[in-house]
């Protein structure tokens, strides 16, 4: 590198930037084109002519949308809803549009388009300003003694700090503590296994291979006290596909009833309803995500960013052949949390 | 000033209203040192104006949807006129938000109004950013200002998201429930903040009036207070300009506030919110009837955030299979904190890019005519790679999509995109830097020798030459307007030793500025002018001889 | 399209013995109706055909779909066994063009449909002589006289994660994926449910009875004739398309307005 350069980059002014001496000198802004509309009055006078059409558009366009507004009501019939949005928004498109437009053509047409330079400042104050700025802190100081003084300091600094502390903790009744409601659902010993939503409870021989049913714990209906709260841990959905083709592990071979298996439908992942089941592939798939689920294998995952099979719910057959929950889930349902594991 | 020298005339009604209101506020002055600042006229500048206006069009029509729309989340029995769904229990909210679609007048073209603009407030201040980045418009002094942006810019995607959220519906309550899924993955805290959102279990009953507390006040609050001090920044460091002949770091060229740019800017405000409009009139944005109320149960396939919220979903789905892991009893969710770091990560990158750029070049001039693109490789390379990443990462929440219209496998197009996250912004980076080169290297051939004019000569030792036409001196200016930066060595401190930072900045000075093309200069254009002189006699001296 | 209808139409109409059949095959579904009423687990009852249209069927059978499901519809490698998956499968599968399938993909896609109603009828009639399965659905439940409201929540909760809630079709694994609704008709939709076609699962009348189907009918049918209020709909397919729309859409004709605004005039 040449000397020069490297005397640039020690004045620490340009950096690393190459500041060359015999740059192509600046020719000065370019010399103004002129415009029909400055030459000819005749075309000046047209352009006014189509500013002032455009701004009476607008005039007809807000005129039109408040006609619009009592001549389409909305009723019953949605094609009133769809009259209603259109030609009211077709008005004031064009009473806006009409302003836009004729104010820039007017803008561009008529008022001058010379380009005017103007001088710009260091925005950095000049030196007297700012020794006069400092002078200023400088006399703050001394006067308040806020250096001086080390314990009026540090008291208010340690004030400053506690004092936001109040106005946090006031937020504390936002919510409960988790505590182990995530842990639990109504499912509970006995519960029947009903059809989402209108609880009606489901017999094993209603379910035939390749059948999927929706499930909530009978009892769960629109209107319960805490409905959605309940129904976003304790929705299952139940399968029925040929015995042989599960795989099942010791414990579980009596979760099932004559290939009858109950899984939650929660994901695993952050929680989406994994309701997408293919009958042949035996996957259930969460169309949030696209984690993928083996049916027939314990509800392992096979694709997907979810990493935990979902919990699957223990069933057994009464007398009247209706399906119930041996008890709740075994695990904690939906997406993972930091103590899960944790027995409690 | 005294009033009586400026007595305006009685038929003066513009004169007459402006001494009555300087008569009262002294406005005069202001109008004085404002009414004729300059404001250079490009159309990518007004990028960042078209996301204020829609800031503005989103304040009007937000303003009329909260007459009509209640955030409470009670469980109602819908009696209104959209027969499939009479009789279903929902919220309130979400029944309000009905109400407002098919029984007040205009209602649904505010509600699409309101969320067309949405889109397009993130979409504009998104492109603005991009602008920015890419003309290096944020370099000194204008550092803070980018942060300001880039603040506006999340507090947008914070509005919007918490909007989305208010009908109530089957799609925005399974989008809460995925946030819900996110935030109980954090460790030590997640199931308490979880909780302390919601208020107990999810979905419970304070989300949504919660989340529109948040909508209504405090995000707009923010949003207006940021947006004040852009602006008022914008005034102090006054507008950048492209370079050009005439245009300078110390001047600034265009057109004066008043009549021009106030006709212009103004004018502007309407198109864009007549644009919105039109749009509004003819497209269905949100269709909250198809999706019925939130129930934690169903879902409906091709379940997406807007488009601003997408990258964060894409980055979701495209975290690989079983990343969870114990330690000890404690579950640590990888599949959901990776992504939120990534994504973390690359906006704290963007936020801090123009301090890390001046770090390098340490270059403490102040900046205010823009670099094209081009003059820029390095820069403009890491901003395509960063774009490139962005846009996969926004692919990736639409993989179902991609997969069902393009007749594709949906785990193909995931596994590939989880490659392509990887690939592709390296192999942008490259291209793009190669490309910024060979334009300027072409840049600087065009600057020398002339443009090509396609007449080939037989000079008379029998070389064929094509004959260039210098540029004029506008065009040329154009070309060699920029500085090129040179990589620098570590060199010891002052004690005497090279310090790992030393080292840091010059192997970053060297990965940016390794590959430079330097500018023309005056003296190498003289050169190869009067080399191109003497051909010409040479050619003129040969017509004569043969003559 | 609509020509070709009508004319398969008009042979329908001027062959008598169509129309023997046609009536027919009405009192047949319409008895079995009153039975799908009864019947409380499913559609499957054995549905009594003509020997005619059973040969012909059977003749049709042998000529078009043994090659891949066996001579006697026991199935094969290529293709699954028949007995017992009922007249409503056939009709399903052969009239909207699925079957005779083309070449291997991951699902069987929608074709022009290579045979007549009357040999559909023919083949459904064949299948169905040869095992219990569910019928062709009753007209009854195909009125889509229904209860829109409690269709619309069956179908968000049974239907719309693989469909979409608008029926817009969704994404499968592996690239299969559920079709959109938009162009099916109720008898179509009714047989899908009661059949489960493909990967799709069975919704059998104990899980959805007869008349809720038509009342998902009934909904699917509503979205599809009502009005769309807020304008084009851009395919039912959500936010992804809708951020498409701002960013090409109304930030690409804001911007050429701005281009249009910056440049000088003459």
Same mark, same amino acid.
């Given at each position: 590198?040449?000397?020069?350069?490297?005397?640039?980059?020690?004045?620490?002014?340009?950096?690393?930037?190459?500041?060359?001496?015999?740059?192509?000198?600046?020719?000065?802004?370019?010399?103004?084109?002129?415009?029909?509309?400055?030459?000819?009055?005749?075309?000046?006078?047209?352009?006014?002519?189509?500013?002032?059409?455009?701004?009476?558009?607008?005039?007809?366009?807000?005129?039109?949308?408040?006609?619009?507004?009592?001549?389409?009501?909305?009723?019953?019939?949605?094609?009133?809803?769809?009259?209603?949005?259109?030609?009211?928004?077709?008005?004031?498109?064009?009473?806006?549009?009409?302003?836009?437009?004729?104010?820039?053509?007017?803008?561009?047409?008529?008022?001058?388009?010379?380009?005017?330079?103007?001088?710009?400042?260091?925005?950095?104050?000049?030196?007297?300003?700012?020794?006069?700025?400092?002078?200023?802190?400088?006399?703050?100081?001394?006067?308040?003694?806020?250096?001086?003084?080390?314990?009026?300091?540090?008291?208010?600094?340690?004030?400053?700090?506690?004092?936001?502390?109040?106005?946090?903790?006031?937020?504390?009744?936002?919510?409960?503590?988790?505590?182990?409601?995530?842990?639990?659902?109504?499912?509970?010993?006995?519960?029947?296994?009903?059809?989402?939503?209108?609880?009606?409870?489901?017999?094993?021989?209603?379910?035939?291979?390749?059948?999927?049913?929706?499930?909530?714990?009978?009892?769960?209906?629109?209107?319960?006290?805490?409905?959605?709260?309940?129904?976003?841990?304790?929705?299952?959905?139940?399968?029925?596909?040929?015995?042989?083709?599960?795989?099942?592990?010791?414990?579980?071979?009596?979760?099932?009833?004559?290939?009858?298996?109950?899984?939650?439908?929660?994901?695993?992942?952050?929680?989406?309803?994994?309701?997408?089941?293919?009958?042949?592939?035996?996957?259930?798939?969460?169309?949030?995500?696209?984690?993928?689920?083996?049916?027939?294998?314990?509800?392992?995952?096979?694709?997907?960013?979810a990493a935990r099979p979902l919990p699957q719910l223990p069933i057994y057959v009464d007398e009247e052949g209706y399906l119930r929950a041996q008890s709740d889930f075994n695990e904690p349902v939906g997406p993972s949390f930091w103590d899960r594991s944790v027995k409690s | 000033m005294s009033s009586t020298s400026n007595q305006p005339k009685k038929n003066n009604f513009l004169a007459g209203t402006?001494?009555?209101?300087?008569?009262?506020?002294?406005?005069?002055?202001?109008?004085?040192?404002?009414?004729?600042?300059?404001?250079?006229?490009?159309?990518?500048?007004?990028?960042?104006?078209?996301?204020? $206006?829609?800031?503005?069009?989103?304040?009007?029509?937000?303003?009329?949807?909260?007459?009509?729309?209640?955030?409470?989340?009670?469980?109602?029995?819908?009696?209104?006129?959209?027969?499939?769904?009479?009789?279903?229990?929902?919220?309130?909210?979400?029944?309000?938000?009905?109400?407002?679609?098919?029984?007040?007048?205009?209602?649904?073209?505010?509600?699409?109004?309101?969320?067309?603009?949405?889109?397009?407030?993130?979409?504009?201040?998104?492109?603005?950013?991009?602008?920015?980045?890419?003309?290096?418009?944020?370099?000194?002094?204008?550092?803070?200002?980018?942060?300001?942006?880039?603040?506006?810019?999340?507090?947008?995607?914070?509005?919007?998201?918490?909007?989305?959220?208010?009908?109530?519906?089957?799609?925005?309550?399974?989008?809460?429930?995925?946030?819900?899924?996110?935030?109980?993955?954090?460790?030590?805290?997640?199931?308490?903040?979880?909780?302390?959102?919601?208020?107990?279990?999810?979905?419970?009953?304070?989300?949504?009036?919660?989340?529109?507390?948040?909508?209504?006040?405090?995000?707009?609050?923010?949003?207006?207070?940021?947006?004040?001090?852009?602006?008022?920044?914008?005034?102090?460091?006054?507008?950048?300009?492209?370079?050009?002949?005439?245009?300078?770091?110390?001047?600034?060229?265009? $057109?004066?506030?008043?009549?021009?740019?106030?006709?212009?800017?103004?004018?502007?405000?309407?198109?864009?919110?007549?644009?919105?409009?039109?749009?509004?009139?003819?497209?269905?944005?949100?269709?909250?009837?198809?999706?019925?109320?939130?129930?934690?149960?169903?879902?409906?396939?091709?379940?997406?955030?807007?488009?601003?919220?997408?990258?964060?979903?894409?980055?979701?789905?495209?975290?690989?299979?079983?990343?969870?892991?114990?330690?000890?009893?404690?579950?640590?969710?990888?599949?959901?904190?990776?992504?939120?770091?990534?994504?973390?990560?690359?906006?704290?990158?963007?936020?801090?890019?123009?301090?890390?750029?001046?770090?390098?070049?340490?270059?403490?001039?102040?900046?205010?005519?823009?670099?094209?693109?081009?003059?820029?490789?390095?820069?403009?390379?890491?901003?395509?790679?960063?774009?490139?990443?962005?846009?996969?990462?926004?692919?990736?929440?639409?993989?179902?999509?991609?997969?069902?219209?393009?007749?594709?496998?949906?785990?193909?197009?995931?596994?590939?995109?989880?490659?392509?996250?990887?690939?592709?912004?390296?192999?942008?980076?490259?291209?793009?830097?190669?490309?910024?080169?060979?334009?300027?290297?072409?840049?600087?051939?065009?600057?020398?020798?002339?443009?090509?004019?396609?007449?080939?000569?037989?000079?008379?030792?029998?070389?064929?030459?094509?004959?260039?036409?210098?540029?004029?001196?506008?065009?040329?200016?154009?070309?060699?307007? $920029?500085?090129?930066?040179?990589?620098?060595?570590?060199?010891?401190?002052?004690?005497?030793?090279?310090?790992?930072?030393?080292?840091?900045?010059?192997?970053?000075?060297?990965?940016?500025?390794?590959?430079?093309?330097?500018?023309?200069?005056?003296?190498?254009?003289?050169?190869?002018?009067?080399?191109?002189?003497?051909?010409?006699?040479?050619?003129?001296?040969?017509?004569?001889?043969?003559? | 399209?609509?020509?070709?209808?009508?004319?398969?139409?008009?042979?329908?109409?001027?062959?008598?013995?169509?129309?023997?059949?046609?009536?027919?095959?009405?009192?047949?579904?319409?008895?079995?109706?009153?039975?799908?009423?009864?019947?409380?687990?499913?559609?499957?009852?054995?549905?009594?055909?003509?020997?005619?249209? =059973?040969?012909?069927?059977?003749?049709?059978?042998?000529?078009?779909?043994?090659?891949?499901?066996?001579?006697?519809?026991?199935?094969?490698?290529?293709?699954?066994?028949?007995?017992?998956?009922?007249?409503?499968?056939?009709?399903?599968?052969?009239?909207?063009?699925?079957?005779?399938?083309?070449?291997?993909?991951?699902?069987?896609?929608?074709?022009?449909?290579?045979?007549?109603?009357?040999?559909?009828?023919?083949?459904?009639?064949?299948?169905?002589?040869?095992?219990?399965?569910?019928?062709?659905?009753?007209?009854?439940?195909?009125?889509?006289?229904?209860?829109?409201?409690?269709?619309?929540?069956?179908?968000?909760?049974?239907?719309?994660?693989?469909?979409?809630?608008?029926?817009?079709?969704?994404?499968?694994?592996?690239?299969?994926?559920?079709?959109?609704?938009?162009?099916?008709?109720?008898?179509?939709?009714?047989?899908?449910?009661?059949?489960?076609?493909?990967?799709?699962?069975?919704?059998?009348?104990?899980?959805?009875?007869?008349?809720?189907?038509?009342?998902?009918?009934?909904?699917?049918?509503?979205?599809?004739?009502?009005?769309?209020?807020?304008?084009?709909?851009?395919?039912?397919?959500?936010?992804?398309?809708?951020?498409?729309?701002?960013?090409?859409?109304?930030?690409?004709?804001? =911007?050429?307005?701005?281009?249009?605004?910056?440049?000088?005039?003459?």
């Open positions: 590198m040449s000397e020069q350069s490297k005397e640039v980059e020690r004045s620490q002014n340009a950096g690393l930037a190459v500041i060359k001496p015999d740059a192509v000198r600046d020719p000065g802004i370019e010399p103004h084109r002129v415009r029909m509309t400055d030459k000819s009055p005749k075309h000046a006078k047209s352009a006014a002519r189509q500013v002032a059409l455009l701004f009476t558009l607008s005039m007809f366009g807000s005129a039109f949308a408040l006609w619009t507004y009592f001549a389409f009501p909305i009723n019953e019939d949605l094609n009133t809803v769809r009259q209603n949005t259109l030609f009211l928004g077709v008005g004031i498109t064009l009473g806006l549009l009409g302003i836009g437009i004729g104010a820039i053509h007017w803008a561009k047409t008529l008022m001058p388009d010379h380009e005017v330079a103007e001088d710009r400042h260091l925005l950095a104050s000049p030196e007297d300003k700012r020794a006069a700025a400092i002078e200023i802190i400088n006399l703050a100081n001394q006067e308040s003694g806020f250096t001086r003084r080390k314990l009026i300091r540090r008291t208010l600094y340690g004030a400053l700090a506690l004092f936001p502390l109040p106005g946090l903790i006031i937020f504390g009744d936002l919510g409960p503590n988790p505590g182990n409601s995530l842990r639990h659902t109504i499912w509970k010993k006995g519960t029947r296994l009903a059809r989402d939503p209108y609880g009606t409870p489901i017999k094993a021989s209603d379910v035939t291979i390749g059948s999927v049913y929706h499930v909530v714990p009978e009892g769960l209906v629109p209107g319960t006290e805490h409905y959605l709260e309940e129904k976003a841990k304790a929705a299952v959905l139940l399968v029925r596909v040929e015995p042989d083709k599960l795989i099942e592990t010791e414990e579980r071979k009596s979760w099932s009833y004559q290939g009858i298996v109950a899984y939650s439908k929660i994901c695993t992942h952050v929680g989406c309803p994994v309701a997408l089941y293919e009958q042949h592939t035996h996957h259930l798939l969460c169309p949030c995500h696209q984690s993928t689920f083996d049916l027939v294998d314990g509800c392992k995952v096979v694709f997907g960013p | 402006a001494n009555y209101v300087d008569e009262r506020l002294g406005v005069a002055g202001v109008l004085k040192e404002f009414g004729r600042k300059i404001f250079p006229d490009h159309w990518s500048f007004m990028l960042g104006e078209v996301a204020l $206006y829609s800031f503005l069009v989103l304040l009007l029509s937000g303003t009329f949807l909260t007459f009509f729309f209640d955030p409470s989340m009670t469980e109602v029995v819908y009696d209104g006129v959209y027969a499939p769904l009479k009789g279903a229990h929902m919220s309130i909210a979400y029944a309000s938000s009905l109400d407002i679609t098919f029984e007040v007048r205009g209602g649904l073209l505010m509600r699409q109004v309101h969320h067309w603009s949405a889109l397009l407030f993130v979409a504009a201040a998104g492109l603005h950013m991009l602008r920015v980045f890419f003309t290096g418009a944020f370099r000194k002094p204008r550092e803070m200002n980018w942060v300001v942006g880039f603040v506006l810019f999340v507090l947008g995607m914070g509005a919007g998201f918490t909007g989305y959220s208010l009908p109530d519906d089957l799609l925005s309550g399974n989008g809460l429930r995925i946030i819900d899924g996110m935030i109980k993955g954090i460790p030590f805290i997640g199931t308490w903040i979880s909780s302390f959102l919601f208020g107990g279990e999810f979905p419970g009953t304070s989300i949504v009036p919660r989340l529109y507390s948040l909508h209504i006040m405090l995000i707009p609050a923010l949003i207006l207070v940021f947006l004040a001090i852009h602006l008022v920044m914008l005034v102090v460091h006054k507008h950048t300009h492209y370079s050009g002949a005439g245009k300078k770091d110390t001047n600034i060229v265009g $057109y004066p506030l008043m009549p021009v740019y106030v006709a212009k800017a103004g004018g502007f405000f309407f198109i864009v919110f007549g644009v919105i409009m039109l749009i509004s009139s003819f497209f269905t944005i949100n269709p909250i009837w198809n999706y019925g109320g939130y129930d934690p149960s169903p879902v409906s396939a091709g379940t997406q955030p807007d488009w601003y919220i997408g990258w964060l979903d894409g980055a979701l789905r495209l975290a690989p299979t079983g990343m969870e892991f114990m330690i000890g009893d404690f579950t640590v969710s990888m599949n959901i904190l990776l992504p939120l770091a990534v994504s973390l990560i690359f906006l704290a990158l963007v936020a801090v890019y123009p301090f890390i750029e001046n770090w390098i070049t340490g270059d403490k001039r102040e900046h205010h005519v823009l670099d094209r693109p081009r003059n820029a490789p390095v820069r403009t390379a890491i901003g395509a790679a960063g774009v490139m990443f962005y846009a996969i990462l926004w692919a990736g929440a639409s993989t179902d999509l991609i997969a069902t219209q393009f007749k594709m496998s949906l785990n193909q197009v995931l596994t590939a995109m989880q490659i392509s996250l990887i690939v592709l912004p390296i192999v942008s980076f490259m291209v793009t830097k190669r490309i910024c080169l060979s334009l300027q290297r072409k840049d600087r051939e065009v600057a020398i020798h002339g443009r090509e004019t396609g007449r080939i000569v037989r000079l008379p030792h029998g070389e064929y030459i094509e004959v260039h036409e210098p540029l004029n001196e506008y065009e040329l200016y154009k070309l060699v307007d $920029y500085k090129d930066y040179q990589p620098t060595l570590a060199r010891p401190n002052a004690a005497g030793k090279i310090t790992v930072r030393a080292r840091i900045r010059a192997s970053l000075s060297k990965f940016y500025f390794k590959d430079r093309v330097s500018p023309a200069t005056q003296s190498e254009i003289e050169e190869a002018r009067h080399h191109a002189e003497e051909i010409e006699q040479e050619v003129q001296k040969a017509i004569e001889s043969a003559k | 399209m609509m020509q070709k209808l009508k004319r398969k139409l008009n042979g329908l109409r001027r062959s008598p013995r169509s129309v023997i059949a046609v009536l027919f095959a009405g009192l047949i579904v319409v008895g079995s109706g009153y039975t799908a009423v009864n019947a409380s687990v499913s559609s499957e009852r054995t549905v009594e055909y003509t020997k005619e249209d =059973i040969e012909y069927g059977k003749k049709l059978f042998l000529s078009n779909c043994a090659s891949c499901h066996g001579k006697n519809a026991e199935g094969t490698a290529n293709g699954p066994s028949l007995i017992g998956v009922g007249a409503a499968s056939v009709d399903f599968q052969v009239s909207t063009g699925r079957m005779p399938g083309a070449a291997s993909g991951p699902q069987l896609q929608v074709k022009p449909v290579q045979f007549t109603e009357e040999e559909i009828h023919a083949m459904a009639a064949f299948v169905a002589s040869l095992g219990a399965g569910p019928s062709v659905p009753d007209a009854a439940y195909l009125q889509a006289n229904g209860d829109p409201t409690k269709g619309g929540e069956l179908f968000r909760i049974n239907c719309a994660m693989c469909h979409n809630a608008a029926g817009a079709g969704g994404a499968l694994t592996e690239g299969k994926y559920a079709p959109s609704l938009d162009n099916s008709s109720p008898k179509i939709i009714y047989e899908a449910m009661v059949t489960g076609p493909q990967n799709m699962p069975v919704f059998n009348d104990a899980n959805i009875s007869p008349e809720e189907k038509n009342d998902i009918i009934t909904y699917l049918v509503y979205l599809r004739e009502s009005a769309s209020v807020g304008g084009e709909e851009l395919g039912g397919l959500g936010p992804v398309v809708e951020g498409l729309v701002s960013w090409f859409g109304l930030l690409g004709i804001i =911007i050429a307005i701005t281009i249009w605004l910056g440049a000088k005039s003459n």
